[in-house]
């Protein structure tokens, strides 16, 4: 929950220029409702995309307060942040409403971009496989191989964001390899190998070389470090690096 819509708009400017000669990766911005509409006119020209940070499953009706992936999608979006670790924290979110996203994202031909990932209790309880596994069997329930195709997952390890840990590189590249695996058994190697798996936790310039030499970290999803056009700029560089 940061920025209003001009500053939003200068930021994306900001990320557009510094991105400009990037081809080798897929640069992807996740802005407000309140700014999307503003943000997808100024990234018309480029290539960098937009993404909304979380939708409701009905597409309309007496929802009130609620914004349907028709809206995001008419506002320019091509991908929808899912199950995010804050949503579940702090409004409720489970596995099963994360499902019914799921389901309401790829129906109208959205993408989603599913968060999972253990608090600091389960990884200390040595539950993180047990967590994760079970988010994402309840969460993909019912998702056809064809629709898991479409989309991306971030492991945000709820311990490591915000509080400036992160995970190791290898306890990074561990789970990442453990959901790829989770994947090739519940639909195919081929589905597996063809789904990014982001890593999201207190990513920053400095840190984003050393987890992207992990063989299953495809890429990251980026909190506070996205707030500065310098600071994202240089992680989307460094990862290519």
């Known amino acids: 929950m940061h920025k209003i819509v001009s500053e939003a708009v200068e930021l994306t400017k900001n990320i557009v220029q510094g991105v400009a000669d990037v081809s080798a990766a897929d640069v992807?911005?996740?802005p407000p409702f309140t700014a999307l509409a503003p943000v997808y006119k100024e990234l018309?020209?480029?290539?960098v995309q937009l993404g909304a940070q979380n939708v409701h499953w009905e597409t309309?009706?007496?929802f009130t307060g609620e914004v349907s992936p028709l809206m995001v999608k008419d506002a320019g979006c091509e991908y929808v942040i899912v199950g995010h670790s804050e949503r579940r924290q702090y409004f409720g979110e489970t596995d099963q409403t994360v499902n019914k996203r799921l389901n309401a994202v790829l129906g109208v031909g959205l993408?989603?971009?599913?968060?999972?990932?253990?608090?600091l209790q389960e990884r200390e309880a040595e539950q993180t496989?047990?967590?994760i596994e079970k988010q994402l069997r309840d969460g993909l329930n019912g998702i056809s191989e064809e629709d898991a195709r479409q989309m991306v997952i971030a492991y945000e390890p709820v311990?490591?964001?915000g509080t400036g840990k992160t995970a190791t590189p290898?306890?990074?590249g561990e789970v990442h390899h453990a959901i790829r695996a989770w994947l090739s058994e519940a639909y195919s190697q081929e589905c597996a190998a063809g789904i990014r798996i982001l890593y999201g936790g207190s990513v920053k310039p400095g840190n984003i070389g050393e987890l992207m030499t992990k063989e299953d970290i495809d890429g990251a999803l980026v909190g506070g470090a996205s707030l500065t056009a310098d600071s994202f700029v240089g992680i989307v560089k460094?990862?290519?690096?």
């Open 170 to 172: 290898e306890q990074a």
């Open 238 to 241: 460094n990862a290519i690096q």
């Open 111 to 119: 993408i989603p971009v599913l968060c999972i990932g253990e608090s």
């Open 28 to 30: 992807l911005v996740c």
């Open 159 to 161: 311990w490591a964001i």
């Open 44 to 47: 018309e020209s480029s290539s």
């Open 60 to 62: 309309q009706g007496a």
């Open 129 to 131: 496989s047990t967590v």
